[in-house]
């Protein structure tokens, strides 16, 4: 029998596969941690969530206390030493011995009973050291400070610096460090148990899409699954068949599943396809093209992001966005609307998206976001003090922008373009 408690168990089996590619939000809501009893479940999101959001600081610190730091140290034991190290410095009802002594067991258990004595010295001299104390800020607070601080990469932080200024800029990256919130309260109506759980700002992006077509008839959800945002379309446009397409079959099926339960997913067609090639003869009075972004403004959600993202990467998907949205506008029809959006806090994927589709493209113009929050407050979608709180704080020009740690939600880019 192992000695290594469940949670513990089972944060460590998610880690490495996340460190193989896999995803923090699948891994957790898969089997092996649902069933579990609420209390380890909830320790084992917790040791995950913890150790990719502060895995930068954690790394350093490690190799700050290894005798040789340039030594290749095996995953599985780099693992064990950074679940030790975040129980032991970010978690204050973790006694000190359990995080080292089954992060020593965690190395033997995994065959590498060799390493055992090497992370057993590297906690106990973490221990002895007690927690990193926050280095005093200079007046001019540097990219460097703050990635260091809030275990971001600096060019991230220097990139939302220059984009954002640096107040802001800080709190996206300390909200990055939590789970977003949320904030329900932004919407009026009563129909939350008739849409899935779903942060604010996506729910948002989707009302924005859904403003003003009860008589709506045709639409497009390109880009769609997990199938939230496709159900809240579903719900405000009533009349509306509703194609939702994505390119993994694979995402579609877990869609499928996923959206079954709710009644109005009876008008919803699934279908693979790849959203930049354009479907002859085919138009829609509503669009929705949520694109496969950097994602970016969901760090506090999917912490690993940070890990795996390049700067080159921002550039890449831009290519692809743009590929996305022409293509998309081909096929809206007259008077029609289309969203474009991401969860990504880079204008390259965002402003500069938009401003390159449509200054090659004629009849179309762009819908100022403000008009659109008091739209939906008119229709009791949004409340009065929501529609006027996101107009002061998340209303850039024409567009919707929301900002981790400025509002209580996922960073979201929207932009609504007509056809006249």
Not at 342 to 351: F, I, L, R, Y
Request: proline share 4%.
């Amino acid at each position: 029998m192992s000695k290594i408690a469940p949670a513990r168990q089972a944060a460590f089996r998610i880690l490495m596969k996340v460190e193989a590619g896999g995803h923090s939000d699948e891994l957790l809501f898969g089997p092996a941690v649902s069933e579990m009893e609420e209390r380890d479940r909830n320790l084992a999101m917790a040791l995950v969530m913890g150790v990719l959001r502060w895995q930068i600081a954690l790394d350093q610190q490690i190799r700050g206390a290894l005798a040789r730091p340039e030594v290749k140290v095996a995953a599985e034991v780099f693992t064990a030493l950074r679940l030790g190290v975040f129980q032991m410095r970010y978690m204050d009802k973790i006694p000190a011995h359990a995080a080292v002594d089954e992060s020593v067991e965690m190395c033997r258990e995994c065959g590498h009973e060799k390493a055992a004595p090497m992370v057993n010295a590297v906690l106990r001299r973490l221990e002895r050291e007690g927690r990193p104390a926050k280095a005093s800020r200079k007046i001019v607070v540097t990219a460097r400070q703050l990635a260091v601080d809030y275990a971001h990469p600096e060019w991230l932080a220097a990139r939302w610096m220059k984009h954002y200024g640096a107040e802001t800029a800080e709190k996206m990256l300390a909200a990055g460090q939590n789970e977003p919130a949320g904030d329900a309260a932004w919407f009026a109506d009563a129909d939350a148990e008739r849409l899935p759980q779903m942060d604010a700002a996506s729910r948002l992006v989707a009302e924005m899409a859904a403003a003003g077509g009860a008589a709506v008839k045709s639409v497009l959800d390109c880009c769609a699954a997990p199938g939230n945002k496709t159900l809240v379309l579903a719900l405000r446009m009533p009349e509306a068949e509703i194609r939702a397409t994505d390119t993994s079959a694979e995402r579609l099926s877990g869609m499928q599943r996923r959206i079954k339960a709710f009644e109005q997913a009876a008008r919803v067609e699934c279908v693979e396809g790849d959203a930049s090639r354009v479907t002859a003869g085919v138009r829609y009075e509503r669009i929705l093209c949520d694109v496969p972004c950097s994602g970016t403004g969901t760090l506090g959600r999917n912490p690993e992001i940070r890990l795996r993202l390049h700067p080159q990467e921002i550039g890449m998907q831009a290519r692809r966005q743009r590929e996305i949205l022409r293509a998309t506008l081909e096929q809206l029809a007259p008077d029609g609307r289309l969203v474009y959006s991401t969860c990504s806090m880079e204008p390259e994927e965002n402003e500069q998206v938009v401003e390159s589709a449509l200054g090659r493209a004629k009849g179309l113009r762009v819908i100022p976001a403000e008009m659109i929050l008091r739209e939906l407050a008119a229709a009791g979608v949004l409340t009065a003090e929501a529609a006027e709180m996101l107009t002061k704080t998340a209303v850039r020009g024409d567009y919707l922008r929301t900002m981790p740690g400025v509002q209580a939600c996922d960073g979201f880019f929207a932009a609504v373009v007509e056809r006249v």
